[in-house]
């Protein structure tokens, strides 16, 4: 535990040394501010004159600014992720330093907590930035406290499996800028799946002139091609969580795919170790 | 303290050691000769667990590096060839962090590294960034990165390579007063090197021991040129 710390501490400090955290920390500030602004600007509007913008009555402030404001800032934190990833192996095994940290007496698991503990620090910070926007509006209204409190879960859950995600390639590529580069094609090829995976049909679209049986085989296969495409999105779990609902089914998505891509670490760092 | 039998090393279909055999005592300090691609960076990287040998075995004391990684480790100072440091950090910060790592307590981290900073005189760069040092305070602080801890076995891999004359006495210097209280091994392609800091030399040459030599300081230098033109030379390969 003591590596592990020394190890989170080392990195956490060096985001700080150098421009990629306060590069990172701005940016989110920058971003997510703006469309708060925004997003806030245009909720008041609709709420002044709801007829005007489709609604029959004053729409409700969670669902309609919140909760979408909550994922636009999980989305904006899975793109620009790939600044804190980057860095983590890749940049060791850039300028040798792999070598040391190797030679030292530590588990891979103090390296690679170490690290993936500094990464979520920084994310902690980002949370606590889109947290104080939110924060503003408290004297002004009633928000619902749990809409407030798993949206910020559902930023923090979704980071996390992004971050993860990133630490493992990281851990594969020797470049930090192709290892951010992979991480941010990964992410943008996850994103558009989601997009795509809605706008399919619900059943396969068939020929009535197909033989019944390879029919049904058909669509039971597309149907849990079509299922898997919709559940994969990171961004489609942190919806409903956003909205205030719980589902197991959201948070387990959430720590089952950090837990694998950091398993998927281990057996990374392992393979030096495999006798050829 | 280092035991290798019979240590291979291929990468792909290339053999980089063949059954390489020797064994150093305590308090030993030992050259690893040899010319460029010979496999002295290829052994010191499997003493050091850094990668694993193909096959064979490499103790450091009673623990085979591969099985016991850790207590391997905890049992060595390391100098890569290229000397890989944390650039942003300072070199008080990246001397404590490696205490840390070693896994010395908060008490006796300062002593540990005040320690290495005296003996690696780097006491006029401590609060310096590590990024704008001169090469040769890069080296003292690899060496004194090595060092923290005071490890009995000290590996290190051309440890003067790249220096000014000046800076390379300074780093010869400093070897020599690690004294008996290290187990040293040493890697260069510098013969002069190992006559002035070692008290045997392996030569290696395409991964195999190609010859051993005890050095002799009332000997004339010239005897381990000799030794090793004729080790290199194919029928010197055994």
Redesign the interface.
Known sequence: M??VL??GK?EF??FF??PSGYVILGLIALLTGTAFVLSFLTYVQISQSPSQFGYSSVPDFEETFLSPYFVFCGIMIMFLSPIITMRLFSEEYH??????L??????DRDIIFGKFSSALTVLLFAVILIALNVFLLLPFTEVEWSVLLFGLCSVFLMGMAVLSIGLFISSLITYPITAGLVSFGVYLIMFIIGNVAEKLPAVAPLPNTFPLLLKNVVEKIYGLFRALLLELPLDNHAKNMALGILEPKDISYYLLCTAFFIFLTFRSLES????? | MIEVQKLTKYYGSFCALKEVSFSICEGERVGLLGPNGAGKSTMMRILTGFMPASYGIAKIGKYEVHEYPLEAKRLIGYLPERVPLYDEMTVKSFLKFVAGIKGLSSGEWKNAVDEVVHTCGLEEVYNRVVGVLSKGYRQRLGLAQALVGSPPVIILDEPTVGLDPQQVVEIRELIKNFGGKHTVLLSTHILSEVSLLCSRALILNMGKIAAEITIDPSRPSGEIEQAFLKAISKEGIR
Do not use: A
């Open positions: 003591k590596s020394t190890i080392r400090i060096s040394v150098t300028r040798g330093t792999m070598e040391l190797l030679t030292y007496p530590l588990h030096r170790n495999w006798r050829k």
